[in-house]
């Protein structure tokens, strides 16, 4: 079946523009997960949503960042005013309930490459 | 705060030896635990994770990891890696009452044919 998918691949953008990254998790999976890998470090949990509950905003890094998530499935990440330190990967994960007690496996997308100049 | 150490960024090893990769914690409670593998030009896959039961858990690919819970540590390993094992290696964990994974910083495996 198809997996995670993530567009686009690459965005490259200047500095103070907005930019949008998308992500289709995997069909009927509820829980959905963004995070943030910079250059040589592990990623960074940026948000969750789990069907329609309230989405875990606490690791978005600023107020410039938001995303949400139409219809329970897709969903889509926004950066406003883009600095340099966003220039990062953007990885999109879906798990089939969001279960933690169970160790539940996320699946990831190939990500989106951004880079702010 | 949770944290997860990968000691080592950077590991090249031969054909045929054997590997261990660490993966050290920090939380005092129950948690589940990952190792994620990234080979080159793909998604980031499961590559093993423990949440109960044996603290000896196999993955695939030969791969297996040991949790001892006395030292914060879930170390991978495999007593033969294969130049198909070049990758990267990311340690998570999460508290089971909280679905945030932590991750490690990752460590890059390079077999040389």
């Known amino acids: 079946g198809a997996g995670v998918s993530q567009s686009p691949s690459n965005k490259v953008t200047e500095k103070g523009k907005d930019v949008e990254l998308r992500c289709d998790p995997i069909s009927g999976h509820t829980a959905l997960y963004w995070y943030r890998q910079s250059l040589g470090q592990g990623l960074e949990f940026l948000i969750y949503?789990?069907?329609?509950?309230?989405?875990?905003k606490s690791g978005l890094p600023s107020d410039r960042f938001s995303a949400e998530r139409t219809g329970g499935s897709v969903s889509t990440l926004t950066i406003q005013r883009t600095q340099q330190e966003d220039s990062a990967v953007y990885l999109c994960?879906?798990?089939?309930?969001?279960?933690?007690?169970?160790?539940?496996?996320?699946?990831f997308g190939p990500g989106t490459r951004l880079l702010v100049l | 705060a949770q944290s997860v150490s990968q000691h080592n960024h950077h590991v090249i090893l031969s054909e045929a030896a054997s590997l261990e990769l660490g993966c050290n914690y920090s939380y005092g409670g129950t948690v589940n635990l990952f190792w994620y593998v990234q080979y080159p030009g793909q998604h980031l896959q499961l590559l093993l994770k423990y949440f109960s039961g044996d603290p000896l858990v196999k993955g695939i690919k030969g791969f297996e990891a040991e949790f001892i819970k006395s030292k914060f540590s879930f170390n991978l390993r495999k007593p033969s890696v294969q130049w198909s094992d070049t990758a990267e290696y990311f340690c998570?964990?999460?508290?089971?009452?909280?679905?945030?994974?932590?991750w490690g910083a990752g460590t890059k495996l390079i077999i040389k044919p």
């Open positions: 994960a879906s798990s089939p309930t969001g279960a933690s007690q169970r160790g539940e496996t996320q699946y």
């Open positions: 949503f789990q069907g329609n509950s309230a989405p875990d």
């Open positions: 998570a964990v999460n508290a089971q009452s909280n679905y945030q994974l932590i």
